[in-house]
């Protein structure tokens, strides 16, 4: 063969691997495009199969393991005679053996309540919330906490302060009897109880205790109500007197907006004085906020008298009628921010049915809202010397909790009142209130009068001295019940707060008494009579029964001139001749007005002087008074709003005074 066909059948050769070469690429591209495209839609269409799944970490369901624990707790829903179920957690020590049951029932979330802590031991759980932890922790107590129907993980529907089965509540049940199923199912089936049980609680917590004593289970052995609510209307959290405490609408909202009290109050303003202020009137202000969603504000709006509404839900009326079988110790707090009327009101209540004097106790200590299960050693800048709260609780509630609750427990040693004495910080053992000692001295009501040239004394106005004192109140500068800006800080102790501020001001009359030279003991209620006159149609007056320290304290340089309240409130005038029917007041025209003042218990020392503050505005804890009359305050005007003069009299005829609780020793 020739060298050029060879070369030429090479050629061919390679042109045709060349052609299948080319041939075979353009074919495997193609399949793997066809095959890339498939995979992708597979993938796309399903999850992958092929691959194992990495185990989750977290189990079906988690054992804790609490073998080194020093309690038990267990989470139960405890049924009421209408099928509705009340979460309830019951926390039980470790060993524990015919334990007594100690029971508060609340609107304040159990859970949280009983988890202040993640903790092997009981008093960290408890710390910070219990009313007397280191009592339960110590003696040993079967702790059980529940809520109310409606709230948290209960089931039902919420209403403020459940009134009893009755005018106000056509359902047959209400605390009274949701205490009496609880306790009724505690002590069946908590097989470390011995059958006893003590309920306990502050504030709300504290109201119901009080309703326990309506119908009380066989098994309620003794019930602790510490600064209950008792009356909204005549001293409590909703009214003083008729005039509204602003200061508590957020506590409504957030209270009744949700099941578990998480949606929350919004504030435009700092400083609430400023709040108030630009909304106007209470209403508005609560219409701002959508306030009338709420069952409760709504309930508020339609009855701001003293009528059927609140008559019917006063605890302390309810309790006069019924019959008194239960031990019951009730607390009050001298400068309690929030519930300062109703433990006082219940203790007369129910005190005159106490025919041997083994029934009603009571403690009186130098504390704001609550603070008995806190340290009690000082009071914004008052020292008392010791930790009032710790002896109450160590010395006082321990052993009466023991002695009612426990098997073979010994009698307390408890007065029938144990009462602090503030300016002498001492604790008092009394056998009655009010008593100004244990034996020998009585409580006599005596007139300190409002006189002319501004001075306060024992003795009467005299002819022809100045018939009144004039101040103009202004509802567009109303007085701030605390030094601006006014918000939630340091709230729980503002009724120490230093009045001087106030006494500086030209819409606030102030008397003061000559210096003392000896101690003047008040034990009891001081009344306001205030003979006054107005140029509007309507007007508050507040009264402030104040201790005016020396204008020096060697011990305590900060106390210098401090004015201390020691008894103060306010009273709404359209309410001067009926409670629950409200009237314009005659323009210009002196008239009396009468009203108790709280509880004090208080030593004025040589060396002091008394003090009475007199003014129309106490901002924003109380709505304005427009001064003019309208129908419902809660839905004033701008145009409502004005100023009127007002005089203070005092004049023979015409005397204005406080009569103090005056305590004469032998």
Request: hydrophobic content about 40%; aromatic content about 10%.
């Amino acid at each position: 063969m020739r060298r050029s066909d060879r070369l030429l059948g090479f050629k061919v050769y390679s042109l045709r691997a060349t052609i299948l070469l080319l041939g075979m690429i353009v074919w495997l591209s193609v399949a793997f495009s066809v095959l890339f495209v498939e995979s992708s839609a597979a993938q796309t269409a399903q999850p992958p199969t092929t691959y194992p799944a990495l185990p989750s970490e977290t189990p079906v369901r988690i054992e804790p393991v609490t073998g080194g624990f020093d309690y038990t707790k267990r989470d139960v829903m405890i049924p009421m005679r209408d099928g509705v179920k009340l979460h309830t957690v019951i926390i039980v020590p470790k060993g524990a053996k015919d334990a007594p049951i100690l029971l508060t029932r609340t609107p304040y979330d159990a859970s949280g309540l009983t988890s202040h802590a993640e903790s092997s031991h009981l008093g960290p759980i408890l710390q910070g919330y219990d009313n007397a932890t280191d009592v339960i922790v110590e003696g040993g107590y079967i702790r059980v906490v529940q809520d109310v129907r409606g709230k948290h993980g209960s089931e039902g529907d919420y209403v403020m302060n459940r009134p009893l089965h009755g005018p106000q509540n056509p359902t047959p049940v209400d605390h009274a009897t949701d205490t009496y199923d609880t306790i009724d199912w505690l002590v069946k089936n908590v097989p470390e109880t011995n059958g006893k049980v003590g309920i306990l609680g502050i504030s709300y917590d504290g109201f119901l205790p009080l309703m326990a004593l309506l119908n009380p289970h066989p098994a309620l052995k003794v019930a602790v109500p510490m600064n209950p609510m008792v009356d909204g209307w005549m001293g409590d959290d909703w009214f003083h007197n008729g005039a509204f405490r602003e200061q508590g609408m957020p506590y409504i909202y957030e209270q009744e907006a949700t099941r578990k009290s998480d949606v929350k109050w919004w504030k435009s303003y700092f400083d609430d004085y400023d709040m108030f202020m630009q909304a106007g009137s209470a209403g508005e202000l609560g219409r701002l906020h959508g306030l009338e969603q709420v069952g409760f504000w709504r309930k508020i709006l339609e009855h701001p008298s003293y009528d059927a509404f609140w008559r019917d839900q006063a605890v302390d009326r309810i309790l006069a009628a019924q019959p008194l079988t239960v031990p019951v110790m009730l607390v009050h707090s001298l400068w309690d921010q929030e519930d300062i009327y109703g433990a006082i009101a219940v203790y007369k209540a129910i005190k005159p049915k106490d025919t041997a004097n083994d029934k009603v106790f009571l403690v009186l200590g130098p504390w704001h809202h609550a603070q008995e299960i806190r340290d009690g050693s000082t009071l914004g800048p008052l020292k008392f010397g010791s930790d009032t709260a710790l002896y109450f609780r160590r010395e006082i509630l321990r052993p009466f909790l023991d002695q009612y609750l426990k098997n073979g427990a010994p009698k307390a040693d408890v007065a029938p009142v144990s009462a602090f004495e503030t300016g002498t910080n001492q604790w008092l053992r009394l056998p009655a209130w009010p008593a100004g000692c244990a034996t020998g001295c009585g409580v006599r009501p005596t007139p300190l009068y409002l006189n002319a040239g501004l001075k306060l004394s024992f003795a009467a106005p005299t002819p022809g001295d100045a018939a009144f004192d004039e101040y103009v109140s202004d509802p567009s500068k109303p007085v701030p019940f605390r030094a601006r800006p006014i918000d939630d800080e340091s709230w729980s102790r503002w009724l120490v707060d230093d009045q001087r501020e106030a006494s500086g001001r030209t819409d606030v009359v102030v008397f003061v008494s000559d210096v003392l030279t000896t101690p003047l003991k008040i034990s009891g209620q001081p009344m306001a009579n205030l003979v006054a006159s107005t140029s509007g149609t309507d007007s508050d007056w507040v009264v402030k029964v104040i201790d005016l320290y020396p204008d020096e304290v060697a011990s305590q340089p900060g106390l210098g001139g401090y004015q201390l309240m020691i008894s103060a409130d306010i009273f709404r005038g359209r309410y001067r001749e009926s409670l629950e029917t409200a009237k314009p007041i005659a323009a210009d025209k002196p008239l009396l007005y009468r009203f108790a003042l709280p509880t004090a218990n208080h030593v004025f020392l040589p060396g002091h002087r008394v003090m009475v503050q007199v003014q129309s505005s106490w901002f924003p804890l109380y709505d304005r008074n427009p001064q003019t009359f309208i129908p419902n305050i809660f839905w004033a005007k701008p145009e409502s709003y004005r100023k009127a003069v007002q005089h203070v009299y005092h004049t023979p005829d015409q005397a204005s005074f406080i009569e103090l609780p005056l305590v004469a020793t032998p």
